[in-house]
């Protein structure tokens, strides 16, 4: 169907009607953009026959005219409605005719159907001093959540514009088991009351819904069917009881239709009535079907009105929007709220209303894992999207923690967008790597206990005297290069000992002399011997814990390029060389040299526990 110049932008008619009656076609739509809609569009044809027997207006623009002008939470909703060439259109809420529904209808549903019935010919009666005139299964309409609505309002006639002529008009259009018995005699009908038209009508829409229902399914359902027989028909009419007096019968007193009222009736609650009834309304409804409870007050617990009550914030809320699980209690399992309340929820992420996307945005948490991918990216990411750019501070702070929750959902990619990269990199310390370094760790302890043990003179190892690297320039010497390999210090805190290694080249002819400083050797280059010493806490042999005997400390870092000459060799004593069985140390002989810029006092701290005084000339 096209929908070119329709009163609603972005209105799709679908093309297959879904209800062909004498007056209408009744058609499913939908509204694109920013506040989508399921809707009902119903299109009157002038070529329909009995359109034109009806005469002007026709019945489709009476009932748009009715329903635009009789509001009630019980009656069709009321959109929109236009012309478009010959035609004329009438926009409505979504609903099905209850022909088309009535099988999968349980009892209850059908009790809380006809109460909402009962109630909006009431509102009628009493209210628009009105009469519905053609009540029957085809003037009602079936919402998504279950709700009856009374519509086809074409034959609604005030009680001043009530006569005979008015009745004889629309006989042939109305359903006919619904016609009272007293219409049938002419010299009655200007004593016809049309309040007891709509009572009869009711007895028998009554009697077709309920006729293969269960009696243990509501209570006094026998007893009800039994009053819409015999006294609803009565051929008399004074005899038929008031619609009122029907809301009191037990078949319409039980506690689910009370609850559905009240929701129902929920503005015109004072504070007090409103708080009782939230603070005991969830024990209620769990003495009763979750499906039931889903279908039928689905979108009444979720009503604004219900949102921005304080105490149902507070005693009820918590348990409609948390998915009952095995650890938490709530009201409808996962599988009951992904089909009764989400699509409610999808709706109401469409409202740019601050109250109500606060609330939905506190309970977020709770319920995100309830939609399916597709829903939050092409829904509610978008609306989300919006709310970080809205001026309240609040609705921007509580919008960017929803979307922090999406993050392990849709990914940072999909939720934040642009070009990300590494930024930030893992500090966490190696495993594989620290483990080994705590194996060295060990075999170098191992090593120290070895020297530690060594407490005779006459034991004492001899170890190696490494060298630092010949310096830029310093290749050209003959002498062998020693080459020094630097421990690497832990990041976590751990001390390591420097285990230096350095590859000598001693003369085989003269295995008495050993290595013998320069004296233009500058401190930094200077080989470090270990002193001999009672340990007894590992930690000291760091070389943060080495003391010397100087007063004043020395910077080893004064001069970085020393000038290295050519090594001088010292003798070492045979007895000693012939003890060395696993490390090495070095007993000096003297220093040829007697300059203050040499060794000086520090090799007392250096050598062994003689000092120099072991040193031969």
Not at 17 to 44: K, M, P, R, Y
């Amino acid at each position: 169907m096209g929908n070119e110049k329709s009163a609603l932008s972005g209105l799709e008619i679908d093309e297959k009607a879904i209800e062909v009656t004498d007056f209408w076609l009744h058609h499913s739509a939908s509204t694109s953009g920013g506040n989508s809609q399921c809707l009902s569009v119903f299109i009157s044809e002038p070529s329909l026959h009995s359109t034109a027997n009806f005469g002007k207006p026709s019945p489709l623009e009476r009932t748009a005219k009715n329903l635009m002008l009789h509001r009630h939470p019980c009656i069709l909703k009321y959109i929109s409605s236009w012309k478009k060439g010959s035609s004329y259109y009438l926009a409505t809420e979504e609903a099905k005719p209850l022909a088309q529904v009535i099988g999968t209808q349980t009892t209850l549903q059908i009790c809380i159907g006809l109460h909402s019935i009962v109630r909006a010919l009431i509102f009628l009666h009493e209210n628009a001093l009105a009469s519905h005139n053609n009540l029957s299964s085809s003037s009602i309409y079936v919402t998504p959540e279950g709700s009856w609505k009374l519509g086809s309002l074409e034959f609604l006639c005030k009680f001043s514009d009530f006569n005979q002529a008015y009745l004889k008009k629309i006989k042939n259009f109305r359903y006919e088991k619904a016609i009272t018995p007293e219409e049938d005699v002419s010299s009655m009908v200007s004593q016809v009351n049309p309040v007891s038209i709509d009572q009869f009508a009711f007895g028998v829409l009554t009697e077709d819904v309920l006729r293969l229902k269960n009696s243990d399914d509501v209570p006094a359902l026998l007893d009800f069917k039994e009053l819409c027989r015999q006294q609803l028909q009565n051929p008399d009419p004074v005899l038929r009881p008031s619609l009122n007096s029907l809301l009191r019968h037990p078949f319409f007193t039980h506690d689910f239709i009370n609850i559905h009222a009240f929701l129902m009736e929920l503005p015109l609650k004072t504070e007090p009535e409103k708080e009782h009834f939230f603070s005991n309304l969830v024990p209620q409804l769990q003495s009763f079907p979750e499906k039931i409870v889903a279908e039928q007050l689905g979108r009444l617990l979720l009503s604004r009105l219900v949102l921005l009550d304080p105490t149902a914030q507070c005693k009820l809320l918590p348990y409609v929007l948390k998915p009952k699980t095995e650890e938490e209690p709530g009201l409808f399992s996962v599988s009951t709220f992904k089909s009764y309340l989400v699509p409610q929820l999808l709706q109401m992420f469409c409202v740019r209303d601050t109250s109500v996307r606060l609330l939905l945005l506190s309970h977020l948490n709770s319920y995100i894992y309830a939609f399916q991918m597709d829903e939050l990216k092409r829904q509610i990411l978008p609306e989300l999207l919006v709310g970080i750019k809205d001026h309240d501070d609040q609705l921007v702070s509580v919008t960017l923690r929803a979307l922090a929750d999406l993050v392990p959902i849709l990914g940072a990619a999909t939720v934040i967008g642009g070009k990300r990269g590494k930024l930030f990199t893992d500090g966490r310390p190696n495993h594989n790597q620290t483990r080994l370094e705590m194996r060295n760790n060990k075999r170098e302890v191992k090593k120290v206990d070895e020297i530690v043990e060594v407490n005779s003179p006459e034991e004492i190892p001899v170890m190696e005297l490494p060298e630092r690297p010949s310096p830029d320039g310093g290749e050209e010497a003959e002498e062998t290069t020693v080459i020094e390999e630097e421990g690497t210090w832990s990041d976590w805190d751990t001390h390591e000992t420097c285990n230096t290694q350095g590859n000598e080249r001693i003369e085989e002819n003269n295995r008495n002399e050993i290595i013998q400083p320069s004296k233009s050797i500058s401190k930094v280059d200077r080989p470090i011997y270990p002193k001999k010493i009672h340990i007894s806490d590992i930690s000291e042999l760091d070389i943060k814990h080495s003391k010397t005997q100087d007063k004043e400390e020395v910077d080893f870092f004064t001069d970085m390029e020393p000038v290295i000459e050519k090594t001088r060799i010292l003798h070492i004593e045979e007895e000693r060389v012939k003890n060395v069985k696993s490390v090495f140390d070095f007993k000096a002989t003297s220093l040829q040299d007697d300059d203050d810029d040499g060794w000086g006092e520090d090799l007392n701290d250096w050598g062994g526990e003689n000092g120099l005084d072991d040193v031969n000339d």
